[in-house]
């Protein structure tokens, strides 16, 4: 990656992390929404997308963090048909549709895919939508640098049970402060074939916590552990400390709604009842 490309990078980060991380979870979380809690009529992260894109637009892309949210179909011999795509619960802005330069062709801008995190060993969130089975029980996780080597000397393997449901995944490898990371999330329905496999990718960075958030997290709410992480824009922290929250007390009514309007904030609306499923090793 050129300076020109990293320095392309830096601002592009800085303007998702200003908009995303900070403006729309102190939008969609409420404090009043643990004593009084009712659906949003509209999602505040619509207008935030669409200020960031703009920002997007006369960017560059090279050297940005792109990435897929979403997984399509696996073709392996073990991937049945599903309602729902292999997700990961990460910020994405979706790439738009454009003409060619030469207008013979419609071209999509790429999905920008990045959340940050002050843990070394962060945790991450991804929903499986298949019937755990002998046959079909293996995710892979591969972590790679910013510029695009391996970090691990082989791909995690991931045992998963109990799906369809959102599992949970901590990184046992230490990330660095500052560093880029490039991860791929997939689901092995066909070992030998990997292309045929059905995953997602994104982009990690873990940062020092601010004077701000170590302020915040002495004197925080144990009610609500994952608001100095949101406020702050600390994304991987914020869905990890409310969604035990919200496993632990299925049914507190806030809880519900906090993570309703967090899924849809990433795109995930379809994903409000999945359940999350103590599954790994």
């Known amino acids: 990656m050129s300076l020109i490309q990293c320095a392309r990078l830096k601002k592009l980060l800085s303007f998702f992390l200003a908009f995303i991380a900070c403006l729309v979870f102190c939008s969609v979380f409420q404090p009043a929404a643990l004593a009084n809690p009712v659906i949003a009529q509209s999602n505040p992260i619509t207008n935030v997308l669409q200020r960031i894109r703009g920002l997007l637009t006369s960017t560059p892309q090279s050297g940005a963090p792109t990435g897929r949210t979403k997984g399509g179909a696996g073709r392996g011999r073990f991937c049945p048909t599903t309602q729902f795509s292999v997700s990961a619960l ?69 045992s998963f049970s109990n799906t369809p449901g959102i599992i949970r995944f901590q990184l046992p490898y230490s990330l660095a402060v500052n560093q880029l990371y490039n991860w791929y999330f997939s689901i092995l329905c066909d070992p030998l074939k990997p292309s045929r496999n059905s995953g997602v990718r994104g982009w990690i960075q873990r940062v020092d916590p601010s004077t701000e958030l170590l302020a915040e997290l002495e004197h925080r709410d144990s009610v609500r552990p994952y608001m100095p992480y949101a406020e702050n824009g600390i994304w991987f922290e914020a869905v990890t400390y409310l969604a035990r929250s919200y496993y632990q007390n299925a049914d507190n009514s806030a809880y519900q709604q906090d993570w309703a309007d967090l899924l849809d904030s990433i795109g995930l609306s379809e994903l409000r009842n999945a359940p999350i499923v103590d599954c790994c090793g």
Do not use: K
Request: hydrophobic share 40%; proline share 10%; no cysteine.
């Open 90 to 158: 990460v910020p994405s802005i979706q790439g738009n549709e454009q003409n060619s330069q030469d207008g013979s062709a419609r071209v999509a801008e790429p999905e920008i895919v990045f959340g940050t995190t002050v843990e070394a060993n962060p945790t991450f969130w991804f929903y499986v939508p298949y019937q755990a089975e002998e046959s079909l029980r293996t995710a892979s996780f591969v972590l790679l640098d910013d510029q695009e080597r391996p970090v691990l000397p082989e791909p995690i393997l991931i």
